[in-house]
């Protein structure tokens, strides 16, 4: 049986909508204002709050953030009256199921009951689905309830047990890298070794050298024979991040590595059979790489046979909430604390961008607990850039604020380079002291295109 909570200040109208709950077999409490819906809300273990939005006091706003920021999982339906859709519809903004407009029919509202106790259950059976995920799987940091987490999840079971190559795509700090160590954790490689590479991290004067290892006198200081990366993970799988870094002259090596299980050691004509599933992560599009020949395209469709592709955070708000938990649980167990969430904390982050994408929640997490100190964690301790609202208030005073004059001399600097360089990325980045990666994310970021629009 649903346990249902109706908050309402006007006494008839509660007690009728309770009759009507409970004549179709529902259990009802009753909250005569929104502070009692709040705490009830708050402390009881509820399938559904059905709250009024207008109420002297705390109103159903309160109540619903009371009730989200303890019980994410409760579903809540707000009533309002004619002239407050407009805060309806910011109610369902912050997490509300559904919202009826009165007056309405009891029909009405056993409809929208019934969906929004059909949808609770079916959470609630995505939860344990999701928890039976992880004790099989190992899916233990792939973390979130979001339709595009289920289907990453599902994916991942059909995928591994198979020796495709995969192709895992997505802004940083999406969790590419925790695909591929569950891809590889569920393979029947998964005893053997899971080799991770960063090739942004390499210069190109080492990368062939590192992967597939060198003789001894093949050049300057190869004082001894040396297996490379590749011979390391025979029999397992080899993880490229960043691979759109490498250079064109390696990417073409790497294609007969894949195509023919065989490696060549720098300074040797020797083959060395090798047998490494890839796994290949990038956070740039690869078919603009290919089209601006920066990526082989044989190579692209090589690597592109099961592809994963991780939306960025601010896509899927809805598992910001379940990470924050997540984050908070594991640095207070290493920090020896018991922080705690504040008011407010939740729906605040739950509107940040993240442009770093789940990395950046956790360092954020981190730090908020550091700075709690064991106690409630306070939107001040979340240390977040100012929103639209305090940019504007800083903008009608007069004032800028630093982001904007950092992304104003940054776009300045950025477009001077490519008018220099006519237009190549590479010799940019090279103009400007950075990574052609790095210089790749501020034009997305800045929406810098050229020749410019």
């Not at 159903?60 to 309806?88: C, P």
């Not at 007056?103 to 106790?117: D, G, M, S």
């Not at 691979?243 to 990417?251: K, N």
Request: glycine share 8%.
């Amino acid at each position: 049986m649903a346990k249902i909570l109706v908050v309402d200040d006007q006494r008839n109208m509660r007690t009728t909508l309770a009759m009507m709950l409970r004549s179709a077999g529902y259990e009802v409490d009753e909250a005569s204002d929104g502070k009692e819906g709040a705490d009830r809300g708050s402390k009881g273990a509820y399938d559904l709050v059905l709250t009024d939005l207008r109420m002297g006091g705390n109103d159903g706003i309160g109540v619903l953030r009371a009730v989200k920021e303890t019980h994410a999982m409760t579903e809540v339906i707000v009533m309002t009256a004619y002239g407050t859709i407009e805060s309806a519809v910011e109610a369902m903004r912050l997490g509300a199921f559904d919202y009826i407009q009165k007056p309405f029919t009891e029909q009405e509202l056993l409809v929208k009951v019934e969906r929004a106790i059909a949808n609770r259950r079916l959470t609630g059976q995505v939860s344990l689905f999701a928890t039976e995920f992880r004790e099989r799987y190992k899916f233990e940091n792939i973390i979130g309830r979001s339709h595009a987490v289920r289907e990453v999840l599902a994916r991942i079971v059909r995928v591994a047990p198979t020796d495709a190559t995969v192709l895992i795509t997505g802004e940083s700090g999406t969790g590419k890298e925790l695909v591929a160590k569950a891809i590889h954790a569920n393979s029947k490689r998964a005893d053997r070794p899971f080799v991770p590479v960063n090739c942004a991290a390499i210069s190109e004067t080492l990368l062939e050298s590192e992967l597939f290892g060198h003789a001894r006198g093949s050049f300057t200081g190869a004082v001894s024979a040396r297996k490379g990366l590749f011979e390391e993970a025979d029999g397992g799988t080899f993880f490229f991040d960043e691979i759109a870094e490498t250079p064109l002259t390696f990417q073409a090596k790497l294609l007969r590595a894949i195509q023919e299980n065989e490696i060549r050691r720098v300074g040797e004509n020797k083959p060395i059979r090798v047998d490494v599933r890839i796994i290949a992560a990038t956070n740039q599009d690869l078919m603009v790489s290919v089209a601006e020949r920066r990526f082989r395209q044989d190579l692209y469709y090589r690597l592109n046979v099961a592809r994963f592709i991780l939306p960025p955070l601010r896509e899927r708000r809805e598992d910001i909430p379940v990470l924050f938990e997540f984050f908070l649980d594991k640095y207070n167990r290493k920090m020896s604390t018991k922080a705690r969430v504040g008011e407010g904390v939740l729906e605040a982050v739950s509107s940040y961008e993240f442009p770093g994408n789940i990395r950046e929640l956790e360092n954020l997490v981190e730090q908020a607990v550091a700075l709690s100190g064991g106690g409630v964690i306070t939107i001040d301790d979340l240390g977040l850039p100012p929103g639209p609202s305090q940019k504007a208030a800083a903008a009608s005073s007069g004032g800028r604020a630093l982001a904007d004059v950092v992304d104003s001399a940054e776009r300045q600097a950025i477009e001077a380079a490519l008018r220099e360089c006519d237009g190549s990325r590479e010799r940019a980045a090279e103009v400007l002291g950075i990574s052609a990666t790095t210089l790749w994310r501020k034009m997305t970021r800045l929406a810098i295109t050229y020749p410019p629009a």
